[in-house]
């Protein structure tokens, strides 16, 4: 078994696991998204109505649909599809009517969820670390430990055309000590399955993309995946000897790198 993977199933076996995680994936309390007086009106009307196209164009434009449906985001990308389609429409409307009016209102409301703010809560500890985040100019120079400023896009940028590294998607963070990189992904895995799981294959599979002699990959995940249970993501992780670990360990693991 990889040393850091099993240094984080012990640390996810201690009490205040997730009492440390809380300080670098921080769970903000996120207001909620009011819609104006107008607009309400007008939902309201379309509601009561039975207006199906009309509400249907009102709740697109808001930045929360009520519920969720696979075929909403097309209907936002071109919402000209919404006349085009009566049988969908009727779909989707029968299902905001079974709402009721004041429980599609609070829907239409709610506050942004929280774990899509998680990759931006470990962007934001990363500089707690006490290394400089530096430009890419910077960075390149530096002979300490640094991290790279940037965004997903950007720092897959440099991994590529500077370190040699082929990546299909952005990348969460980029950290140099000396000669040597480290690049990463960050990820907190909230429930079994589903989109979830697929992060894991994602960050293993990034983990195992080619790379230069002084370029080290590693995948930062924290949640349930320490927990072991049958037929969950342990034992992949046991089995597949790479550096996926806790990021209350990337300290530690800098510092040995």
Same mark, same amino acid.
């Given at each position: 078994?990889?040393?850091?993977?099993?240094?984080?199933?012990?640390?996810? #076996?201690?009490p205040?696991?997730?009492?440390? =995680?809380?300080?670098?994936?921080?769970?903000n309390?996120?207001?909620?998204?009011?819609?104006?007086?107008?607009?309400?009106?007008?939902?309201?009307?379309?509601?009561?109505?039975?207006?199906?196209?009309?509400?249907?164009?009102?709740?697109?434009?808001?930045?929360?649909f009520?519920?969720?449906?696979?075929?909403?985001?097309?209907?936002?990308?071109?919402?000209?599809?919404?006349?085009?389609?009566?049988?969908?429409?009727? #779909?989707?409307?029968?299902?905001?009517?079974?709402?009721?009016?004041?429980?599609?209102?609070?829907?239409?409301?709610?506050p942004?969820?929280?774990?899509?703010?998680?990759?931006?809560?470990?962007?934001?500890? =990363?500089?707690?670390? *006490?290394?400089?985040?530096?430009?890419v100019?910077?960075?390149?120079?530096?002979?300490?430990?640094?991290?790279?400023?940037? *965004?997903?896009?950007?720092?897959? &940028?440099?991994? #590529?055309?500077?370190?040699?590294?082929?990546?299909?998607?952005?990348?969460?963070?980029?950290? &140099?000590? *000396?000669?040597?990189?480290? !690049?990463?992904?960050?990820?907190? =895995?909230?429930?079994?399955?589903?989109?979830?799981?697929?992060?894991?294959?994602?960050?293993?599979?990034? !983990?195992?993309?080619?790379?230069?002699?002084?370029?080290?990959?590693?995948?930062?995940?924290?949640?349930?995946?320490?927990?072991?249970?049958?037929?969950?993501?342990?034992?992949? !992780?046991?089995?597949?000897?790479?550096?996926?670990?806790?990021?209350?360990?990337?300290?530690?693991? !800098?510092?040995?790198?």
């Open positions: 078994m990889n040393t850091w993977t099993k240094k984080s199933i012990e640390l996810a #076996r201690k205040g696991y997730l009492d440390a =995680l809380g300080a670098i994936y921080v769970m309390i996120n207001p909620s998204r009011p819609l104006t007086e107008e607009v309400e009106k007008k939902i309201r009307e379309a509601f009561h109505n039975r207006k199906n196209k009309e509400l249907v164009h009102l709740l697109i434009q808001n930045e929360v009520p519920v969720k449906d696979s075929y909403v985001g097309f209907l936002r990308l071109n919402p000209a599809a919404i006349d085009q389609n009566p049988i969908t429409i009727n #779909r989707i409307s029968e299902r905001l009517y079974s709402l009721g009016i004041e429980a599609l209102l609070k829907e239409a409301t709610r942004k969820e929280t774990n899509r703010q998680l990759g931006h809560s470990f962007k934001k500890w =990363l500089p707690q670390l *006490g290394y400089p985040v530096l430009n100019e910077e960075f390149a120079n530096t002979r300490g430990v640094a991290i790279l400023a940037g *965004g997903d896009a950007q720092l897959a &940028k440099y991994a #590529r055309e500077k370190l040699g590294c082929e990546l299909s998607k952005g990348i969460d963070f980029v950290l &140099k000590k *000396g000669k040597n990189h480290i !690049i990463g992904e960050a990820k907190f =895995l909230t429930t079994p399955g589903g989109e979830q799981d697929r992060g894991f294959d994602d960050a293993s599979n990034f !983990i195992k993309g080619k790379l230069r002699p002084n370029v080290k990959r590693i995948a930062v995940l924290d949640g349930y995946i320490w927990v072991e249970r049958t037929g969950g993501l342990h034992n992949k !992780i046991v089995m597949n000897n790479l550096d996926i670990f806790s990021a209350l360990l990337l300290p530690e693991y !800098i510092k040995k790198f």
